[in-house]
């Protein structure tokens, strides 16, 4: 990202050296004010397209953090898949209907997968749960 600032920079400055340049040239004389002005705007849109082109390039070619889950963790507190599912859905911010509803399942089985979760995560909060989960390398 710093390149592609420090290019755009580079190249506002060529222009801007263009212009100044100009004023000494036959180009001053054969093009009005408003010409120029056209002319250069054009080149800051290419050069900001360029840019961006490039910005997105290089957001991609960073690849994602790949997680896997921890298994001997897993096994060891004996989480189960669903479990697992709605600790992750906790982690993202989702409300015990949102989980429900999710997971076609009833709000009560929702409270009893995160009960079951406080007990074998050793937690008294869901923040607390999640906070653990991470540290075991549970979730992401």
Request: hydrophobic letters at 45%.
């Amino acid at each position: 990202m710093t390149r592609i600032i420090i290019r755009f920079g580079l190249l506002a400055v060529a222009m801007v050296l263009l212009m100044q340049l100009s004023k000494y040239t036959w180009l001053r004389y054969q093009l009005n004010t408003e010409l120029m002005i056209l002319i250069m705007a054009v080149a800051f849109i290419g050069i900001g397209v360029y840019a961006s082109r490039n910005w997105k390039k290089n957001e991609q070619a960073i690849p994602d953090q790949d997680f896997s889950i921890n298994q001997k963790e897993l096994k060891r507190t004996g989480i189960s898949e669903r479990e697992l599912e709605v600790l992750q859905m906790m982690a993202e911010g989702n409300s015990n209907r949102e989980i429900a509803d999710a997971l076609f399942v009833s709000e009560n089985t929702i409270k009893t997968h995160i009960s079951n979760l406080f007990l074998k995560i050793e937690a008294k909060r869901r923040t607390e749960a999640i906070k653990k989960a991470k540290e075991k390398g549970l979730i992401p």
